[in-house]
């Protein structure tokens, strides 16, 4: 396990002396199938597999989700090392976040440049979680000036976080190349998240009502038109008691902005968010007309 950058660079040193093409899978921990399916596609295309664990305390909008997100860093060592993957990078929140006026802090100011993001930040989850993206596109900056990696792999869970990666990657130029991977499900539709551990027996129980809902839309195109297959599938999963719709949103797979009309042919994207009680979990399918 490499606990900081100075540790990180040596080993980097030896593994582009030996033309190593590194493939990087950042992630919070918590590992679930959804992150094995990264390292795998990675392990696929790279000479060498480089995870990350780093609860990222910017990227947080509610303190109580970021107090309560699942850490098991043990647990975590032996899933990666049982699938696999060449090293973890594991730093600590002063590492990446030093305290201001630091020497370490200008190392980072010098190097983290700000992104326009519009409109891809403002819609979906940018709506609803202010600043989430901010810290996302802060941190992953910092990983992969960290890392240097030549791929990095991301799940289509968080499908507007991977979008707005990928327009980050192009606009500051950074020559990594951005594979999304296709979201894991449990045998019941339940999209694989590391905050599916925070549900209550009764609550995972009923939590395959987001998918199935999603599911049953995909046969609908036809017979209702946008407007009424995002409220139908809002109050299809409200009906459930346990849930709680935040949004419903059908959108340009590409800019993410809201679909007011079918296009034969054209691809959608549906994006929800879904509350049960505190546990926010999100989903999505693609819709083609
Ligand atoms: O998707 C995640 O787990 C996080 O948002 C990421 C990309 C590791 C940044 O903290």
């Known amino acids: 396990m490499l606990k900081n950058i100075g540790e990180y660079r040596t080993y980097f040193d030896i593994l582009k002396a030996e033309k190593k093409k590194i493939g990087f899978v950042p992630t919070m921990g918590a ?4 992150h094995l399916s990264l390292v795998y596609s990675s392990k696929a295309n790279d000479d060498i597999t480089i995870s990350s664990i780093f609860v990222n305390p910017t990227q947080f909008n509610d303190p109580s989700d970021y107090r309560g997100y ?19 990078f594991a730093p600590s929140e002063s590492e990446m976040y030093p305290e201001k006026g630091s020497v370490a802090e200008l190392y980072w100011t010098g190097n983290i440049r700000e992104v326009n993001l ?3 930040d403002s819609v979906m989850e940018g709506k609803y979680r202010p600043g989430h993206f901010d810290g996302v596109t802060t941190i992953v900056q910092k990983l992969f000036y960290a890392i240097k990696p030549d791929t990095a792999y991301f799940g289509d869970k968080d499908y507007q976080q991977l979008a707005i990666i990928r ?3 192009d606009e500051l130029d950074l020559s990594i190349d951005i594979v999304g991977c296709p979201i894991i499900r449990e045998s019941d539709g339940l999209a694989l998240s590391s905050r599916n551990a925070l549900l209550s027996k009764d609550q995972r129980a009923v939590s395959c009502i987001i998918y199935n809902t999603l599911k ?3 046969a609908q195109v036809h017979t209702k038109d946008v407007q009424e297959l995002s409220a139908w599938i809002a109050e299809e999963i409200n ?19 809201p679909v007011l009309k079918w296009e034969p042919n054209k691809k959608t994207i549906c994006c929800v968010a879904v509350f049960m009680d505190s546990v926010r979990l999100i989903d999505n399918v693609s819709l083609f007309p």
């Open 118 to 120: 519009a409109p891809l």
């Open 70 to 88: 699942p850490r098991d860093l043990d647990r975590d060592i032996e899933i990666l090392k049982s699938a696999g993957c060449d090293a973890l």
């Open 31 to 34: 590992l679930h199938e959804g």
């Open 239 to 257: 009906a459930e008691p346990l849930c709680e719709v935040q949004y419903v949103e059908i959108s340009d797979p590409d800019s993410l902005a």
């Open 216 to 218: 049953s839309a995909q």
């Open 167 to 169: 327009r980050m990657t």
